[in-house]
């Protein structure tokens, strides 16, 4: 299994400027996820992070808006940029151990709230 | 990958059996059911998974009908931390993407 933490736990930002969160896993993972709950809805995929290249972004999502990182099997980033009212949401952080792994583990969330 | 229908809500009294129904007519041979939650405030947890034959492990029990166009995920004595959204879904054995439906809201009651 594996245990993941984010940061921050939630913030309140202002419109049109950027934030960064943070998944930290305790365990070197094959595949790291991002996802977006807003609120009242199901999550939806945002991008998978790959380790030294750039992340895969899904239908509706680009990097200029959601630019990720991973620098290392432990470790990915997202930035949410030039915010606005309707990126207020719960941000997740999922892995899986392995490619095709049938379980993935998901973060405690950060929750986001633009004004 | 296919899509699937669940119920909105259904509630459960305490103690009892939960089942909760998936409908995912267009699934193709090589897909996996899935079963995850989420508990209020949480990421979802993952549950269970299963091909074509019933599943069980420490949580719940996963039928499939022999068409594989339904499940029912079986929590077997509800308790109030059941109270969750259920989320059933469909995935080839060796994909990564999980694409959540709306779910169901598993309210269990005392």
């Known amino acids: 299994s594996a245990v993941i933490s984010q940061k921050p736990s939630r913030d309140i930002c202002q419109r049109g400027t950027s934030l960064t969160i943070q998944c930290q896993v305790d365990s070197q993972v094959t595949m790291m996820f991002w996802y977006r709950q807003q609120p009242g809805q199901s999550l939806t995929l945002i991008a998978t992070?790959?380790?030294?290249?750039?992340?895969?972004?899904e239908s509706g999502f680009v990097i200029d808006k959601f630019p990720i990182s991973r620098p290392n099997l432990t470790f990915s980033t997202l930035t949410v940029s030039n915010m606005s009212p309707e990126d207020s949401s719960i941000y997740l952080c999922?892995?899986?151990?392995?490619?095709?792994?049938?379980?993935?583990?998901f973060g405690p969330g950060t929750r986001l709230t633009v004004t | 990958d296919a899509k699937t229908t669940q119920p909105p809500s259904m509630d459960c009294a305490e103690g009892r059996a939960a089942n909760l129904p998936c409908n995912h007519s267009?699934?193709?041979?090589?897909?996996?059911v899935y079963w995850y939650r989420q508990i209020h405030s949480q990421g979802p947890q993952y549950i269970i998974h299963g091909l074509k034959n019933n599943e069980t492990n420490e949580m719940a029990s996963l039928i499939i009908t022999e068409d594989r166009k339904s499940s029912t995920l079986i929590l077997p004595h509800a308790t109030l931390r059941d109270t969750a959204v259920y989320y059933c879904?469909?995935?080839?054995?060796?994909?990564?993407?999980?694409?959540f439906g709306a779910g169901t809201i598993l309210r269990v009651k005392s």
């Open positions: 992070a790959n380790q030294g290249s750039e992340a895969t972004y």
């Open positions: 879904i469909v995935r080839v054995e060796y994909g990564n993407k999980l694409v």
């Open positions: 267009t699934i193709s041979g090589n897909e996996y």
């Open positions: 999922s892995v899986a151990m392995q490619y095709g792994s049938y379980e993935q583990y």
